[in-house]
């Protein structure tokens, strides 16, 4: 059974960095590409960035929003993805969500975000 | 950038219902397009993937059509478990989902 467990959640003021974790299990880590994607308190899904499995050059994408202030990275012996936040905003609040990317073809317009953690919440507020 | 519109934003209905919710793309996508249903203080679960195909364990009352620029999810008869948001996503980009309540 796939698992993704997110940690690493909470406040922080304006201008403060955080780094979130997500443990993954129940699948081949290595070779998945993965993203996150977060949900403001009452608003809709917005994703933030992706990154590619190393076989595939482990690159990174990112959202307009947090481009340059987030980055993704990844570590396969520890089958754990991060996201490092820096130069957070109020705006960023939200609840963070990791998940799987799957792809059809091998295309990233293809992609589907196949299995979600539980989510961890980051609150910027001063 | 793609943008993606759903619509209604809100949807009221009865147990038993067919409902049908729209998502249109600015431009054409092909049969990129993803469905997921969200509960409160849920993750996100994905329904329907290239438009049309049921991921596996989704309750067959769930379909998708479309291609191009116009998708649909028909739920064929709404159960009390279905009130939830309903969000389309292709690539990088959702849809401002649309919420199913009770009538």
């Known amino acids: 059974e796939v698992q993704l467990v997110e940690s690493g959640g909470g406040l922080v003021k304006p201008g403060g960095s955080l780094r979130l974790s997500c443990a993954a299990s129940?699948?081949?880590?290595?070779?998945?590409?993965m993203s996150w994607v977060r949900q403001a308190p009452g608003k809709g899904l917005e994703w933030v960035g992706r990154i590619k499995s190393k076989t595939d050059g482990g690159t990174t994408d990112y959202a307009a929003p947090v481009k340059g202030r987030f980055t993704i990275s990844r570590d396969d012996s520890k089958n754990t993805l991060y996201l490092q936040m820096n130069s957070l905003k109020t705006e960023d609040t939200a609840v963070y969500y990791c998940?799987?990317?799957?792809?059809?073809?091998?295309?990233?317009?293809?992609?589907?975000?196949?299995?979600w953690g539980q989510g961890t919440l980051v609150t910027v507020s001063s | 950038d793609i943008q993606m519109t759903q619509s209604p934003s809100t949807l009221s209905a009865s147990v038993g219902d067919r409902v049908t919710i729209t998502c249109r793309a600015s431009q054409s996508i092909s049969s990129w397009l993803a469905w997921y249903q969200q509960k409160p203080g849920k993750a996100p679960k994905l329904l329907i993937y290239k438009a049309s195909s049921l991921e596996s364990g989704v309750p067959s009352r769930f379909s998708g059509s479309g291609s191009g620029t116009e998708f649909t999810l028909t739920i064929s008869s709404l159960q009390p478990d279905d009130f939830a948001t309903y969000y389309c996503q292709h690539h990088g980009t959702f849809g401002q989902g649309t919420k199913v309540e009770i009538k």
């Open positions: 129940g699948f081949t880590f290595s070779n998945a590409w």
């Open positions: 998940t799987t990317v799957t792809l059809s073809d091998g295309i990233w317009s293809s992609s589907r975000f196949q299995h």
